[in-house]
């Protein structure tokens, strides 16, 4: 599986769940809100180094993700779970990296949100698993890949692992992955499916026919993402239940409908690669008939501040 991390007191956790209005999720049980709306935070890239006070690009990766996870911790509607979608560390995955990563996310276990991680290009396997081997991470079915199947009341959430070569820009999915997500989503085809990968299908290649949702930056997504996103693209169109594929990668926020999938590129929470790219999270709702995403910018004046986007459940 992906790192697992639980909330620090279950039973302060279950206490704060009664008093608190919205939907609220303790290891992937989602308990729907009066609405039956279930709602879950997602971050990507946050690059964490060990020192906090590490600047890339004038950006403090460590403040934009303390404040990133305040915001999460705050919201009126809290979220059921928080996914961070790869790229943890800040370029190599190194021990003293994850150690402050950790440390970043006591205040959300301590609010009893559960926290899912996956694995970016900039991560590494060996200290990521070290760092986090208190938690009790489970044997993947996929060796030497981290793969996870997280439930709800209303979807389940599939993340893998793109993960090739640590600080290496391309990923790859491998086909022993390939098969096994195939045959989870039709083993799970009762409820709609979500994807997560770390790495991006190639827009210009694979998805230029589709429609454009959301376009920021001039849909910059480059070749460099995912070297076996042909056979990715195979297997989410044959499974009717897949709503949607994130990823993250490129430090951009767009989305584009393609096949009747939407294609969700998440922002990054450190540092955007041009000023016109957003860094912030995406606060994902979903109930029975259809889900939407909105992205929380770090600066408010952003002119993509609060943008929502419906993703219909295909067949719906």
């Known amino acids: 599986m992906p790192i697992e991390i639980a909330p620090i007191s279950r039973r302060s956790f279950l206490a704060h769940s009664a008093a608190v209005a919205g939907s609220l999720a303790f290891i992937g049980r989602v308990q729907a809100d009066a609405a039956d709306i279930e709602t879950l935070a997602l971050c990507s890239d946050t690059h964490i180094a060990a020192d906090p006070n590490t600047l890339r690009s004038d950006v403090n990766m460590s403040a934009n993700f303390k404040k990133v996870l305040q915001e999460i911790i705050g919201s009126t509607a809290k979220p059921g779970r928080l996914l961070v979608n790869g790229d943890c560390a800040y370029l190599t995955g190194q021990p003293g990296d994850y150690q402050t990563f950790l440390s970043h996310l006591t205040p959300v276990r301590e609010a009893g949100i559960p926290i899912t991680l996956a694995l970016g290009n900039h991560d590494d396997r060996a200290p990521f698993r070290a760092a986090l081997k208190e938690t009790g991470i489970e044997a993947s079915p996929i060796p030497d890949k981290q793969v996870a199947i997280v439930p709800t009341k209303h979807a389940n959430w599939f993340l893998l692992d793109s993960l090739e070569s640590v600080n290496s820009t391309p990923g790859l ?9 195939s045959r989870e989503l039709t083993k799970h085809g009762d409820k709609p499916a979500f994807v997560m990968a770390h790495h991006n299908v190639e827009y210009r290649k694979h998805l230029k026919s589709g429609d454009v949702i959301v376009d920021v930056a001039d849909r910059r997504i480059p070749a460099a993402g995912l070297i076996d996103d042909e056979q990715l693209l195979e297997v989410l169109t044959a499974h009717p239940n897949v709503v949607a594929f994130f990823c993250g990668h490129t430090h951009q926020w767009n989305v584009v409908r393609w096949k009747d999938i939407s294609f969700v590129n998440l922002p990054c929470t ?45 067949g719906a």
Do not use: M
Not at 173 to 181: A, F, H, R
Not at 289 to 300: G, K, V
């Open 270 to 314: 450190a540092y955007p690669f041009l000023p016109a790219d957003p860094n912030g999270w995406v606060l994902c709702r979903h109930g029975s008939n259809e889900a939407e995403i909105e992205i929380r910018t770090l600066d408010p004046k952003h002119a993509a501040q609060g943008q929502k986007v419906k993703l219909p459940y295909r």
């Open 173 to 181: 999915l491998g086909q022993p992955q390939l098969d096994w997500l």
